[in-house]
């Protein structure tokens, strides 16, 4: 309950700070020449240099860039917790206790750590599209994947490699947010950022639980796979 409470207040946030959000439809925000930030890749050039209405143009893109992010925010959340409200069900049918299914949830975070920095890194030195793009594919082959497991340890296995490839999307999020966004708009770019995450885990119970009363907790997990 808390969860929708949170969700329900950020909106009323977003919502009340209309007149701000305005600003960002017209490119008010950026003046010609302002922006010269070495992490800021689209520059604004005064008005007459042969590539201000290319710079221009592009900056209207930035935000279907935020949707996109906020969408796959959502996503990670939405996979993520997935696993907790499937886990009486995969005890159940791999016949294992609360115990070892600590094990389960505790080697998603150890490897999600461990690759945490690894992976910001390399968003830095190949592009965040790069590194978003495989995160999105390990994930989604390994999420499916969680729906193919036979026992416990192929499980611990499949976990350990999903946190693995998890790893880095926050941050690279952020990489693409210094780099579409002027510092004055980044605050909010990542503020929407944040509230999508926690809408993703909001709606998980919503969307995998009818899932798993229906098909069975294996078929969620392909479900969010796709």
Not at 12 to 39: C, H, M, Y
Not at 211 to 225: C, D, E, M, P
């Amino acid at each position: 309950m808390s969860s929708y409470l949170l969700l329900a207040f950020a909106i009323f946030l977003v919502a009340f700070d209309f007149q701000n959000l305005r600003s960002w439809s017209g490119g008010q925000t950026i003046k010609p020449g302002r922006e010269k930030s070495q992490d800021f890749t689209i520059v604004v050039p005064v008005f007459g240099h042969p590539r201000y209405f290319e710079a221009e143009r592009l900056l209207q893109y930035r935000h279907k860039v935020l949707g996109l992010l906020c969408l796959l925010a959502a996503i990670t959340y939405l996979d993520r917790i997935a696993i907790s409200v499937a886990g009486p069900r995969i005890q159940d049918t791999l016949h294992f206790g609360p115990k070892a299914w600590g094990w389960v949830v505790g080697v998603f975070t150890i490897s999600y750590g461990l690759f945490e920095i690894p992976t910001g890194r390399m968003g830095d030195r190949i592009g965040a599209r790069k590194v978003l793009t495989r995160v999105v594919l390990w994930w989604s082959a390994f999420t499916a994947l969680t729906g193919l497991t036979s026992n416990y340890y192929v499980l611990l296995l499949t976990r350990f490699c999903f946190g693995a490839g998890e790893a880095g999307a926050i941050p690279n999020i952020g990489v693409s947010i210094s780099r579409w966004f002027p510092p004055l708009e980044r605050a909010r770019a990542t503020g929407c950022v944040l509230m999508s995450l926690q809408a993703g885990g909001a709606l998980a119970p919503l969307i995998i639980v009818p899932i798993q009363i229906h098909y069975g907790w294996r078929a969620s997990f392909y479900v969010l796979g796709v």
